[in-house]
């Protein structure tokens, strides 16, 4: 990083929290501090909201996912336009006409205050988890660059946010969400384009899509029934649907997004703004991590793409190991870089056939270099593998066995679980580390600015919401004494600043999972399901009441968890089965209440 680079970064990010600052210095009351005023129009909701869930995690594993597996992640979203329409159609007017606060208001109006309390509380537990990741993911690219501590940057970070969140409250979040959006745009775009600038000049754009494509990186679609993958058309338009409509419709960091808008008309543009771009901004999003994959098939990458975990395994007894690992990955980047030129010259199956290929022996590479990674920082682990490997071995006389057959899926499964660790998995790190090797001077701040920009506006939805559920649904409709507005703005303000401490800390305690944005939305999925599926009985069940609905509830809750910690489906399917689980409960529950009464 060059002092050009410092500047476009710290002036960046040092303007959005001024101007956020500055522009909301006079929110006094509850309606401009916790409802923005409802002077919002259509394309800051629809920013606002995009915003929101355009976290830095979405750019650091997006492309990274995209790198890996290619662009079949992209069906996730599919949901999402039929979501805002439901949205449109039904929330929006009843949420407009009860001129409530939070979504939670309604459920009390509904059934009961303890229907209400559960399903904030819910809210408040996953999106509490969710904060602290959305700070730790930036943090992990500012280690990477300053090689400072994670917890040192996390607070930093968390303090950024937190200076114009209390500040402004939603009309800040929402005010310089317009900015961080405008940034994300233009830096990625930015991107795109010196990376196709970066490819071989006879390749183009054209023949890169298809050496993605001869390496299977532009599979969209999966038309599959298979329960195990997890992203195909069918998790998309059903299980993404339903997380979509969980997410936008139940969710307080999106719905206080929206209920700040100035009529319903400009709540619904806005929404419609976001159903209709969501889509084709993941897809660009993905691209851009594609043709970083084929940036490197014409440019040497590394075994893993996280420095610090090379420097130690370089430092171990596992070295010479290491060092093997990376003359054979030499070897086939000629091999990789000589095929994807023929293809570019002439496209034919022989040549596809063999990249594909050469991938996959990269992804076996790339697998050995993990499992010495891993055992050069944990010595157990070493132990614990080869105390696997020697029963495997004792019992490969008869592979045909159910012992023998158990005991290599029992290692397979080991290795896989324990390979996804911060330590090994660089998926991550990919873009950030693509970023600063070879983006030029000035672009690499407006990079980061762009990460860090979403990582704010993020983190700032989130921490809004949670004050402003545990003010209005748990502080002060559980304070028996009266207070006036000027008192609940002040308790709402420490609130924000409970939360964005609660974040760091959570920020503090978090590591990698085998990909961040999953981890974000398996989160999601363990709890949206139930909560949407309570909004739906609210809405269409009028004859259930609040008894059999928070009892049916907590049953779900506890089963969803239990079918997640088995993993008996894929996480996406478990937003379809905790509202169609909670919805038949409450029906059978109210049915019994009547029979015995």
């Given at each position: 990083?060059?002092?050009?680079?410092?500047?476009?970064?710290?002036?960046?990010?040092?303007?959005?929290?001024?101007?956020?600052?500055?522009?909301?210095?006079?929110?006094k009351s509850s309606e401009d501090y916790i409802r923005g005023g409802s002077t919002t129009k259509w394309w800051t909701i629809g920013l606002s909201v995009m915003a929101t869930q355009a976290s830095a995690i979405t750019f650091l594993s997006t492309t990274g996912q995209a790198f890996s597996d290619g662009m079949g992640f992209v069906q996730f979203y599919f949901g999402v336009p039929i979501a805002m329409v439901i949205i449109c159609m039904v929330f929006i007017p009843l949420y407009h006409k009860l001129k409530v606060y939070t979504a939670y208001e309604f459920l009390e109006n509904r059934f009961d205050l303890k229907t209400r309390s559960l399903t904030a509380i819910l809210f408040l537990i996953q999106r509490g988890l969710a904060a602290g990741i959305t700070i730790f993911a930036p943090a992990i690219i500012l280690s990477v660059v300053l090689g400072?501590?994670?917890?040192?940057?996390?607070?930093?970070?968390?303090?950024?946010?937190?200076?114009?969140?209390?500040?402004?409250?939603?009309?800040?979040?929402?005010?310089?969400?317009?900015?961080?959006?405008?940034?994300?745009?233009?830096?990625?775009?930015?991107?795109?384009?010196?990376?196709l600038n970066l490819i071989p000049e006879d390749v183009g754009f054209v023949k890169a899509l298809d050496i993605a494509g001869a390496s299977g990186k532009m599979e969209v679609l999966d038309f599959s029934f298979d329960l195990e993958n997890r992203y195909t058309i069918w998790t998309g338009l059903i299980g993404g649907s339903f997380l979509a409509l969980s997410y936008f419709g139940t969710d307080q960091s999106q719905v206080q997004r929206y209920l700040s808008g100035k009529s319903v008309k400009e709540m619904r543009w806005g929404m419609m703004f976001n159903g209709l771009l969501k889509v084709p901004m993941q897809f660009f999003i993905l691209l851009v991590g594609v043709m970083v994959f084929v940036f490197y098939q014409f440019n040497p990458a590394p075994l893993n793409f996280i420095d610090s975990s090379t420097e130690k395994v370089m430092a171990s007894e596992y070295s010479d190991e290491y060092d093997a690992l990376k003359i054979k990955q030499a070897l086939l980047f000629d091999q990789k870089q000589t095929v994807s030129l023929q293809l570019a010259k002439s496209y034919n199956e022989a040549d596809k056939k063999q990249l594909l290929q050469l991938d996959s022996i990269e992804k076996t590479y790339r697998a050995e270099a993990k499992y010495l990674i891993k055992r050069a920082i944990d010595g157990d682990y070493g132990k614990e593998y080869d105390k696997l490997s020697q029963e495997l071995i004792a019992l490969q006389a008869n592979p045909e066995s159910d012992a023998y057959k158990e005991k290599k899926a029992e290692l397979t499964s080991w290795y896989k679980e324990s390979a996804k660790d911060s330590e090994t998995n660089d998926r991550d790190y990919m873009f950030i580390s693509f970023i600063l090797k070879y983006l030029p001077f000035g672009l690499k701040g407006?990079?980061?600015?762009?990460?860090?920009?979403?990582?704010?506006?993020?983190?700032?939805?989130?921490?809004?919401?949670?004050?402003?559920?545990?003010?209005?649904?748990?502080?002060?409709?559980?304070?028996?004494?009266?207070?006036?507005?000027?008192?609940?703005?002040?308790?709402?303000?420490?609130?924000?600043?409970?939360?964005?401490?609660?974040?760091?800390?959570?920020?503090?305690f978090a590591s990698l999972a085998e990909n961040l944005i999953q981890l974000v939305n398996i989160i999601g999925s363990i709890f949206y399901g139930n909560v949407l599926g309570i909004f739906l009985l609210a809405f269409f069940f009028k004859k259930i009441k609040g008894n059999a609905v928070f009892t049916a509830a907590v049953i779900t809750q506890i089963a969803i968890v239990a079918v997640w910690w088995i993993d008996l489906m894929p996480y996406l399917w478990l937003n379809l089965f905790g509202c169609v689980l909670v919805i038949i409960i409450a029906t059978i529950l109210q049915a019994t209440q009547k029979k015995v009464a």
């Open positions: 990083m060059e002092l050009t680079d410092w500047i476009v970064l710290i002036g960046t990010l040092a303007a959005i929290v001024g101007y956020g600052t500055w522009k909301t210095r006079g929110s400072w501590n994670l917890v040192t940057l996390n607070i930093i970070i968390g303090v950024l946010v937190i200076i114009y969140t209390v500040s402004g409250g939603t009309k800040a979040v929402s005010v310089t969400q317009k900015q961080q959006m405008f940034i994300i745009f233009a830096g990625m775009f930015t991107a795109f384009f010196i990376i407006l990079l980061l600015a762009v990460i860090l920009s979403a990582a704010m506006s993020s983190t700032a939805s989130e921490i809004n919401a949670l004050a402003t559920i545990t003010s209005i649904d748990l502080y002060k409709r559980n304070l028996k004494e009266e207070k006036d507005d000027t008192h609940y703005v002040k308790a709402t303000k420490m609130f924000t600043l409970g939360w964005g401490i609660l974040a760091i800390i959570i920020a503090c």
